[in-house]
């Protein structure tokens, strides 16, 4: 018992004798108040950088029975041109716009998104070189699950690394093929087919 004791004791020594501050106690005389701390707090750290820069910004606009859709989401996708279609590859960059998002306004019998994707929406973390062929893709998930594939329409054409004006029609491919009615613009115009 005496041991544990002498052991206990010793060990609150040493502990208090690590945990003070190094300075003697300053006597205060009865009613004055203590001197005013002579060191500052320490500084916060400082956050970490993380680059929410804008990589791609644009618009893209919803027509025919699209533009009328009140559920469901765009997706904006940024593919590397040589992984578009394949299997079980995703997006370098993805941003989902719900249909009530904030970023939609009407524009007659036309929806327009203002969309803009930064580095937040870089879904594997990793670096697309400046050089790179990109694609952007506009797709319309009338569930906004992406594992399910009924409803969905898709429309796509190159984008800049960097590229802050780009543009794209998005319509149901009903619409297109109705008679009388053209396809989307979805980027640059077809080339001539041959004869």
Not at 116 to 142: F, K, S
Not at 161 to 182: E, H, I, T, V, Y
Request: charged letters at 20%; a neutral charge.
């Amino acid at each position: 018992m005496t041991r544990l004791l002498v052991t206990t004791l010793g060990s609150l020594a040493i502990l208090c004798a690590f945990t003070a501050c190094g300075d003697e106690p300053e006597r205060i005389a009865p009613g004055a108040k203590p001197a005013a701390a002579t060191t500052k707090p320490a500084a916060p750290a400082p956050m970490p950088a993380y680059p929410h820069s804008t990589r791609f910004a644009g618009k893209i606009t919803l027509r025919g029975k699209l533009a009328s859709a009140t559920e469901g989401c765009v997706f904006v996708n940024v593919w590397k041109k040589e992984e578009v279609g394949r299997a079980h590859v995703i997006p370098s960059y993805s941003k989902r716009y719900p249909m009530n998002d904030t970023a939609w306004a009407n524009a007659g019998e036309l929806r327009v998104l203002r969309f803009a994707v930064d580095e937040r929406d870089n879904l594997m973390g990793t670096v697309v070189p400046e050089a790179a062929e990109l694609v952007l893709e506009a797709r319309y998930d009338p569930d906004c699950n992406v594992d399910t594939k009924d409803g969905i329409e898709s429309a796509q054409a190159p984008i800049r690394n960097g590229q802050m004006d780009f543009s794209l029609a998005l319509a149901a491919a009903a619409d297109a093929s109705a008679p009388g009615a053209k396809a989307p613009a979805s980027g640059p115009p077809p080339a001539p087919s041959p004869k």
